[in-house]
């Protein structure tokens, strides 16, 4: 392989960003983005550990789930997970995140780069509660960066087209559980448990 291994290799290669794209960058949320913001029920968020290792972790909750606390601040609540925590042990180590949020159907999207700390304020959590649970604890965002992003790579894969949906292409999640994590659990066990019933009863728990 050709490895590209200096900056200015890299834009030989690729050229120079138009300056709408280097100027669009904000520190500050418009009312635009709080708009975006209440309207999306996803969100990615990027976070590295101190030693460069890297994580993306998914958040989904109804639109509005991101909570903007002002200008320069926003809050993501911690749902009922795995418990792996990757994402979250690599904010204490290297506090640098970076957020996409989405909206389903529409190709652009908003990012946001800052700086994250974990809190357990019972009044900010108080506030993030759906269907009786209550976050353990939020992410809280100090926003460096916020723009939003163009959306050739969701129109380059077809990704809101119904049309090009096959989610039965690869095996069920029971299937691939069974495979590869929880090989002593019986199938049928993990196909219950895996079933839309059962699954969707325990995205919020409130004992």
């Excluded at 002002?70 to 970076?98: C, F, K, S």
């Excluded at 996409?100 to 959590?125: C, Q, S």
């Excluded at 495979?179 to 199938?187: F, G, I, S, V, Y």
């Excluded at 196909?191 to 059962?198: I, L, W």
Aim: net charge negative; with cysteine.
């Amino acid at each position: 392989m050709h490895e590209i291994t200096s900056e200015d290799e890299l834009r030989e290669l690729l050229g120079e960003p138009a300056p709408a794209a280097l100027a669009k960058e904000r520190t500050a949320l418009h009312d635009l983005d709080r708009e975006w913001l209440a309207a999306s029920p996803f969100c990615l968020i990027a976070t590295s550990a101190a030693d460069g290792t890297c994580d993306v972790s998914p958040k989904g909750d109804p639109p509005g789930f991101t909570l903007v606390l002002d200008d320069r601040t926003v809050a993501i609540p911690e749902r009922a997970g795995n418990r792996r925590a990757d994402g979250y042990r690599n904010v204490l180590a290297n506090p640098h995140v970076g957020l996409i949020h989405l909206i389903p159907g529409r190709t652009d999207t908003l990012r946001i780069n800052g700086r994250a700390r974990l809190v357990r304020d019972a009044a900010l959590l108080d506030r993030m509660v759906v269907r009786g649970h209550r976050p353990l604890l939020a992410l809280v965002v100090e926003i460096e960066q916020v723009f939003h992003h163009c959306g050739k790579a969701f129109l380059r894969s077809g990704l809101w087209d119904p049309a090009g949906w096959d989610p039965d292409a690869v095996p069920p999640r029971s299937r691939i559980a069974h495979a590869l994590e929880r090989r002593e659990e019986p199938l049928e066990e993990l196909e219950r448990y895996y079933s839309s019933a059962t699954y969707s009863a325990a995205l919020y728990p409130t004992a």
